[in-house]
């Protein structure tokens, strides 16, 4: 019998291609996410997507108000930022408590600083999932794939689209500050490895979708603008998003995924893409 596995936040960066993945393995995958239908709301407890949670063997809970460092710079201390993620996360983890389904919850390499309230929330989502004995924690770290809301770009796709349009990179920080980026399609494959791993992986055990490589984003810029022959303009103001914070990701889940997409790749893949539907 194929196993039923559902996606909250399947319109997203990281839940289409985990779409993708599991479909390709042949489940049967339910997809949940506001841009897909208005009663795919998870700010509304009453709304037509618990029915996704029926007969469902697994939950990965990506859904989360967010986007690149220029979205969580203007809203993240938003009173409404602030507000649908607390909507989102109560409604949520109120049906998982109820059906008692396994789910991994995604949560960021961000959730440790505090002075971010996207990382409080973050952290927030955590204590939720630590309460209830069917649940796990991943932690994210930058994740980048192809996206279509131009609104909510991270740093790679902003950079692309900027190429692209202008043959300029205008850069809005100085470029100094490191990040560990992960390729999508090698986010999709380390879920699916808790997917399959998760009956013994500890509720306490640290979960790291990490690449273990940092690189600073002058260098990101740099690569993008040698791909598509554009001029890199840095700016002049140190990050104000991460504070120059650095984490380094736990090693634990290397012993049962590795990523294997260089950065160089990613990158012309994402490029590839974004020329393909712009033809």
Not at 206 to 229: R, T
Request: glycine share 6%; hydrophobic share 40%.
């Amino acid at each position: 019998m194929r196993k039923v596995v559902t996606i909250l936040g399947s319109q997203g960066q990281i839940g289409q291609y985990m779409v993708n993945f599991l479909k390709n393995r042949d489940f049967e995958v339910r997809e949940v996410d506001i841009l897909r239908a208005p009663s795919e709301d998870l700010r509304n407890p009453t709304g037509l997507w618990k029915s996704a949670f029926d007969g469902c063997d697994f939950v990965y809970f990506l859904a989360f108000d967010v986007g690149g460092s220029v979205y969580l710079e203007k809203y993240q201390d938003s009173f409404e930022f602030i507000q649908n993620n607390v909507l989102i996360m109560s409604n949520v983890f109120e049906v998982l408590k109820e059906r008692r389904t396994k789910f991994l919850f995604a949560s960021s390499q961000m959730s440790s600083m505090a002075f971010s309230t996207y990382g409080l929330l973050k952290a927030l989502g955590e204590r939720w999932t630590r309460a209830l004995p069917q649940g796990r924690i991943v932690h994210f770290w930058n994740v980048y794939g192809y996206e279509s809301e131009v609104a909510k770009f991270h740093v790679i796709s902003d950079f692309i689209h900027m190429a692209l349009k202008s043959g300029e990179i205008s850069m809005r920080t100085d470029g100094s500050e490191v990040r560990d980026f992960l390729y999508a399609d090698d986010c999709a494959e380390g879920l699916y490895a808790i997917y399959r791993n998760f009956d013994e992986i500890d509720s306490d055990a640290p979960l790291h979708l990490a690449s273990h490589e940092f690189v600073s984003i002058g260098d990101i810029a740099k690569i993008v603008a040698d791909e598509l022959h554009a001029t890199v303009i840095p700016g002049l103001r140190t990050d104000n998003v991460q504070k120059m914070v650095l984490n380094e990701p736990d090693s634990y889940m290397l012993q049962f995924w590795k990523p294997r997409t260089s950065l160089s790749q990613g990158i012309k893949s994402i490029i590839q893409e974004v020329r393909s539907n712009l033809e």
